[in-house]
């Protein structure tokens, strides 16, 4: 192979493009135009924003373009304990939901493969919560664990729970509101496609999706703030 590699080889010749080449390019262009205007411009924004210094006439509130890079500095020392905080939940929560997930993905892909209805049937109870809002669903959940809901009053009654104690501002909340609200992604994108035979090189690929790709939780806002303690729990 080595021979080969260093021997002579043959000239390839150019290949111009296709019309099909150049439609599809025709119709990706709304598609970046739109990450363009939405995602990249933004964050550009922000960028900048996150470099201004306070302005040299003092008045409050106002900020002039600069390259302060000491705002991050100060930003880590003075939310250390958030950042942290943070990523600790994420790593939490990321472990929890591949320990839920996987074996449900391998049921689904690999027990119930010769169970179409079976097979069916789960499938669609994993894509159901798609149809409702995230939004939605975790504030469905703030009421579940309201102080004065039927799941803490029979938790109380049965003496599972004192009767001053709380779920909602606590950090286990958090971490189920972050792990309910992700698990069917990482059910869909790093389960069942790469359950159907238990190797370390099909689940490792599935893991990096699930770790890098469907859970940003250290950014997740919507689950600290609704079921959190309502103030700064996280990044």
Known sequence: MAFVALGPQAP????????????????????LFYLGLFFLTPLFSL?????????????IGRYDVALEIGNYGYALGQYAPQIFRSFS????????????????????GVTARNRPL?????????????????????FAW?????????LLNTLKDIGLMGADSYIIGTD???IFGLVYNFIPFTIGHGGIRI????????????????VCREHPRVWEFKSPVMVGRGGLVSF
């Open 118 to 138: 079976l097979k069916g049937m789960l499938l669609t109870l994993v894509i159901a919560p798609f149809f409702i809002s995230m939004l939605l669903r975790t």
């Open 47 to 59: 960028i900048l924003t996150s470099l201004k210094a306070p302005s040299a006439t003092g008045v």
């Open 142 to 150: 703030k009421q579940i664990f309201s102080n004065d809901s039927w």
């Open 12 to 31: 390839v010749a150019s290949q111009k493009p296709t019309k099909t080449g150049r439609v599809a390019l025709y119709l990706l262009l709304p598609g």
């Open 89 to 108: 939940f994420a790593l939490i929560a990321t472990v929890i939901a591949l320990a839920i997930s996987y074996p449900i993905a391998y049921f689904i």
């Open 195 to 210: 359950v159907k035979e238990i190797e370390i090189k099909r689940v490792v690929p599935g893991c990096e999706i699930h």
């Open 172 to 174: 286990f909340a958090v």
